[in-house]
Structure formats: structure tokens, C-alpha cells
């Protein structure tokens, strides 16, 4: 319980404010390195993963290359890229490896969201007459966002978690305090630091499930306007003269 509150002591401190790397600064960082590394990771998994998706080919193919991403250590796959790169180049070899390991769920979640529409509504997609660009936009993608913002929260959770190794290559964020703490064995420190990614975590996961909520369609067939109901006129009494 005293560790506990010495971290908390230690986040606090004014002296997190001090120095060439304050907390502040650090949480920037990895920040920067979480959203810049998910961020390609989207704009190169989304497209194939809708493209398998739609066409439903190269499904094993993406599964097999998913599952052997997952099993890199992010650890050694960061120090390989930063060692065939060179020491210039630490940054980009460092955000290939965040990329690579965002990009199996990034890529499940897209062909897996177009997997899961029934097919009797694709069909019907095609009865009316739709190209096969106007299914993909129309009725897919907006079916399919829910796993694929998943797909785009489980990538966020584990980068965010696995960029406190780049500290390992002198590039700072979080783990930067993590490091520092093992060194000097200053364990308020490291579980300080720790404390903050957790946050961190927490904090994307509920904005993630904001997005969830209000961004997915809640329900999957096509929007009908009505109108309210106007009351039947009262019929005239005749009058007999």
C-alpha cells in the first residue's frame, strides 16, 4: 500500500515537470507513437481486409499472416528493425514494428465485419440493381464498423501497452521512466509509470466504445420515414329536410 502511494506520490510530484524529459512530454510521445503507428496500420489492413471481405478470397492466407504477426516478440522484432535500419533511422524501424504488430487486428476486424452480414442483404443489394462499389460502401462498410472498431480498439490496447519498449532504443515516451526506474531501482517510479499506461489504456479503450456506441448502426435495415397518422375526419351528419 505505501509503494502504491508513493507512485502516486511520484506521478504527482512537481519534479515530473522538471527536466529533459517530463511526464508530460512523455505522454506526448507515446501518444504520437500509438495513434501514428495504428493510424498507417488502418490505412494498409483496412483496404485488404475489405477487399477479402467482399470478394471472400485470401481469407486463409490473411488469417496465417495474422496469427504470425501476433506471435512476434515486439521486444526483438523492435531491436532486429532498429539494427538492420541503423541508429539514424531508429524512429521508423521502431514504428514498422508497432505497425506490424497493429495490423492482424486491424485486418480481422475489417474482413471479419463484412464476413458477418447476412447474405440474403448483399443479395438483395444486387436485386436492386447496385454495383459492386455501391455494396461495398453502402451496405458493408456501415455493416461492418462494429467489428472493425474493435479490430481498431484491440490494436490501440496493444500498441499502447508495447510502446514502452521504445524506450529500449532511446526514444522515449512512458517507458523512458520505466527504464530509469529499474536502473536506479526506484520502484515508485516504475510503478508510477506503469499506473499511467494503464490509464492511458482505460482512457482509449472508453473512447473506443464511445465511438462504438454512437458511430455503428443500430439496426441493420434501411431507414423508413413515417409519418404520423392523421386522425380520421368525422364523418358529416346528413340532415334530412
Given at each position: 500500500m505505501n509503494l502504491f502511494v508513493d507512485a502516486l506520490a511520484w506521478i504527482f510530484s512537481p519534479d515530473r515537470l522538471e527536466g529533459s524529459l517530463t511526464l508530460p512530454m512523455a505522454?506526448?510521445?507515446?501518444?504520437?507513437?500509438?495513434?501514428?503507428?495504428?493510424?498507417?496500420a488502418a490505412v494498409i489492413a483496412i483496404p485488404?481486409?475489405?477487399?477479402?471481405?467482399?470478394?471472400?478470397?485470401?481469407?486463409?492466407?490473411?488469417?496465417?499472416?495474422?496469427?504470425?504477426?501476433?506471435?512476434?516478440?515486439?521486444?526483438?522484432?523492435?531491436v532486429l528493425l532498429v539494427m538492420l535500419a541503423g541508429v539514424t533511422l531508429k524512429t521508423e524501424a521502431a514504428v514498422t514494428a508497432f505497425v506490424v504488430l497493429a495490423i492482424p487486428s486491424i485486418l480481422a476486424g475489417a474482413y471479419a465485419g463484412i464476413e458477418a452480414i447476412d447474405r440474403t442483404v448483399i443479395d438483395a443489394?444486387?436485386?436492386?440493381?447496385m454495383t459492386e462499389w455501391?455494396?461495398?460502401f453502402?451496405?458493408?462498410?456501415p455493416l461492418g464498423l462494429s467489428?472493425?472498431?474493435?479490430?481498431?480498439?484491440?490494436?490501440?490496447?496493444?500498441?499502447v501497452a508495447t510502446v514502452t519498449i521504445a524506450a529500449y532504443v532511446g526514444l522515449g515516451g512512458l517507458g523512458f521512466f520505466l527504464i530509469q526506474g529499474l536502473q536506479t531501482r526506484?520502484?515508485?517510479?516504475?510503478?508510477?509509470a506503469a499506473i499511467v499506461v494503464v490509464v492511458l489504456a482505460l482512457v482509449l479503450d472508453g473512447l473506443f466504445a464511445l465511438l462504438a456506441r454512437y458511430a455503428v448502426p443500430r439496426t441493420t435495415g434501411p431507414r423508413i420515414r413515417t409519418t404520423r397518422a392523421q386522425?380520421?375526419?368525422?364523418p358529416v351528419a346528413q340532415t334530412s329536410h
Open positions: 505522454i506526448a510521445q507515446h501518444l504520437a507513437f500509438t495513434f501514428g503507428s495504428v493510424l498507417i485488404i481486409g475489405y477487399l477479402i471481405g467482399h470478394t471472400g478470397r485470401g481469407r486463409e492466407v490473411a488469417v496465417f499472416l495474422s496469427g504470425a504477426a501476433r506471435a512476434l516478440p515486439a521486444l526483438g522484432l523492435v443489394g444486387r436485386a436492386m440493381g455501391q455494396i461495398l453502402r451496405i458493408e462498410m467489428l472493425l472498431i474493435g479490430g481498431l480498439r484491440s490494436a490501440t490496447l496493444q500498441v526506484n520502484f515508485a517510479e516504475i510503478l508510477g386522425p380520421a375526419p368525422h
